[in-house]
Structures are given as C-alpha cells and as structure tokens.
C-alpha cells in the first residue's frame, strides 16, 4: 500500500478459465467462500477481487456479479476484454477509480477466425498509487518465449505511456501457456525423477525429425512413467516444477517486446517505448506457487454432480498413481506432444501463473502474495 496516506491494499485476485462454460451458482459461492478471508470489516478483509476470466461468452460475462455481491462487492470498477475477461469489484465506491483500459494482442499465426489470445487491462488509481491490473491468455502455439510472454512487458510501457505516469504496480494473472521445458532442466539436477529432462528432450528430438507441420505425439513409454510416479510426491513434484517449470521467473520491461502486440498503432507503439525511460515497473517476477504444487494443465476431474468445488490435495501430499493418471492423461490430448511449426510443447505444466512487478523506487511500499491452492468448479453443463 502507499504508506504515507493510506492503509495497506488488499486483493484477492482469482485467475479461471471458463472453457465457454457456464459455472453453476452454488460453483461460484464456493470458490469465493473459500478465497476470501473471513470477518469482513476487519484488519483482514479484501477491498478489491481481481477476476481474470479466460475462454469466456457473451452470455456468461456477468456471472460473477450475484456471487461477489454477496460478499460485498457490488461495484464493479473495471470491465475489460471480451473472451479473455479482466473484472474488478469493489467492497465500496472509495477503495480506487479507473484511469484506464486496453486490450492487447498476439500474432494469429494459426489464422484462427477466432483469436482472442493477449491481455485486458485496466489503470487504477488508489490515493497517489497507479496500479496496472491484468488478465491474460497466452498463445502457446508461438513458438518462443520471449514471443509468448511478450504481452505482459508490453501492457506496462502501453500503461505507462497512454497515462504518461510511472507504474507502482503490476498484478498480471492467467494461463501464461508454458508448459514443462526440458530446456530448463540443468546437468545431474533430475536425480530421483528417473532424469524426465532427459527423456523428454528425446521424445521432442522424435517428433521434430517426423518432419511434419502440425503433428501429435504420445510420450515414450519410459518418460511417461518417469513423469507420472514423480507427479505422485511431493518431493518430486518439487523438483520437477523447479528444474523443467517453462515459465520464466523474470520478464524484462523492454522496448522491444511492443512489436508482439498486434493492437498498437504506430503512434502509440512510440509513445509506448518512450515511457520505458519512466514507466517506474522495469521487471516482472514469477510468484512461487507452494513448493510440490501440483500441475495445473491439463487437469481433469469427475467432481460429482453434488459437488460445487474441489480442490487438488495439498502440495504436501503423496497421491495414487490413478490419481495422477486420471488428472493428467485421462483422453487423447492430454500428456501428449503437439507440434506447429517449429513450436512442440507438452500438454502439462504449471501455467496459471501470478507475475508482479513493483516500482522499487517508489513509495508504494512492500508487497506480500498468499497462493492458494487450485480449484475444480462444477459447469452448468455437468462438465468441470
């Protein structure tokens, strides 16, 4: 929060992809009711819920507002986006006020007649505090790094030059679309998970020398077993998420990353590099999940149609090989590799992911992030 003139700022900030579904009522009320703190009014309570909403529709982009206005947040600040949803509510009409908002957008370099891949963002002011709020959906068809993150970087110079003001806080969340990397997997680091790194660079030499454009492929039995008994522990789990997690733990605030957003206008793309020399935000960071967190793509789950909500197990906890088997690699795209081009990826990993970045000059003080664990909610359609 700004310590000179106001108490500290709390958010509750809930990334979900919706998979163009609707959740049911009762799915919606769970999950806020195990979010949120309890004892509104108190030194605990949240003025500000952060919903970052992915593959939603027309007719389900007010689903949130019955829910949160039973806990108390009847106003909603910011309504961004369209299937990539950015929605923040309010406890009152003086926690903060919008400054500004903005979509951006990634290459549709699979031509798709739909393609809402990119980032919703909204300014908001809080006292003298700029703060820039962020949902997005990554496209994990591009086949780099740099041009799969490259939204978020970009969101902060565009914040910062359409405001002409310095950033004193990003809050970016969403399905960041990067999957486990065997690249990031350092010499004689994998001991105890039968050396996954290793085997799964193999299976990706495999399908790249196949030869074809687009293309699937099932993972060699060897690295499939290695990847499913070290999912069962947490130790492993550990390990695996530290060593092959494809998410990178620093995204530079750098000029060159506005190409990549496909909604700049040259005007604006200028004023967007010109306030890199002032946007205040130079770096965004990686927020740890708890250590021995389970993957969070390409989760599957037969909650139960009298159930609303289910939450994985704690990261702590051994599980079943069915288990693992029965989240992960329960159909024919799930646990596998997909090829497009010159991207491969695995259909696994860590991929909604919270990214900071603080104006260490600032004044806006220190910042403290509480992770929960995951959640499965119940669709209106009998699908989770």
Aim: charged letters at 25%; hydrophobic letters at 40%; proline letters at 4%.
């Amino acid at each position: 929060g700004d310590p000179e003139d106001l108490a500290p700022l709390k958010l509750l900030v809930i990334s979900v992809n919706e998979g163009l579904l609707a959740l049911t009522p009762k799915a919606k009320e769970a999950a806020l009711t195990k979010a949120l703190p309890s004892g509104a009014g108190t030194e605990a309570a949240v003025q500000l819920v952060v919903l970052c909403r992915q593959e939603t529709t027309d007719a389900t982009s007010g689903d949130w507002d019955d829910a949160l206005g039973l806990h108390g947040f009847s106003r909603r600040v910011a309504d961004v986006g369209v299937e990539n949803l950015l929605q923040v509510y309010a406890c009152n009409d003086e926690v903060c006020s919008m400054v500004d908002s903005f979509i951006t957008e990634s290459a549709n370099v699979e031509s798709k007649k739909k393609h809402h891949k990119g980032g919703s963002i909204a300014v908001l002011e809080y006292g003298s505090s700029l703060l820039c709020l962020g949902s997005f959906h990554l496209d994990g068809n591009l086949p780099g790094t740099m041009e799969r993150t490259a939204q978020l970087p970009a969101a902060v110079l565009r914040a910062a030059g359409r405001t002409q003001r310095s950033i004193d806080i990003a809050i970016f969340a969403g399905d960041i679309n990067c999957t486990l990397d065997p690249e990031c997997a350092k010499e004689g680091e994998m001991t105890g998970v039968a050396d996954c790194g290793p085997l799964l660079a193999g299976d990706i030499a495999t399908l790249r020398n196949r030869g074809k454009d687009k293309d699937m492929m099932e993972l060699g039995s060897g690295t499939k077993d290695a990847l499913q008994n070290g999912l069962t522990n947490s130790a492993s789990r550990k390990l695996l998420m530290s060593e092959l997690d494809g998410c990178p733990k620093v995204i530079a605030v750098e000029a060159s990353t506005l190409r990549c957003d496909v909604k700049l206008s040259a005007e604006e793309q200028a004023a967007a590099a010109s306030a890199q020399s002032f946007c205040g935000v130079d770096s965004l960071r990686l927020q740890d999940m708890p250590p021995g967190s389970f993957p969070t793509y390409r989760l599957h789950a037969d909650i139960g149609e009298d159930a609303d909500m289910q939450t994985l197990p704690d990261p702590s906890e051994t599980v079943t090989l069915d288990f693992i088997k029965g989240c992960y690699f329960h159909d024919p795209k799930a646990g596998i590799l997909k090829k497009r081009g010159d991207m491969i990826r695995l259909n696994l990993g860590w991929l909604d992911r919270l990214y900071i970045g603080v104006d260490e000059k600032g004044s806006f003080g220190s910042v403290t992030v509480d992770q929960g664990s995951p959640m499965i909610l119940q669709a209106t359609s009998g699908s989770d």
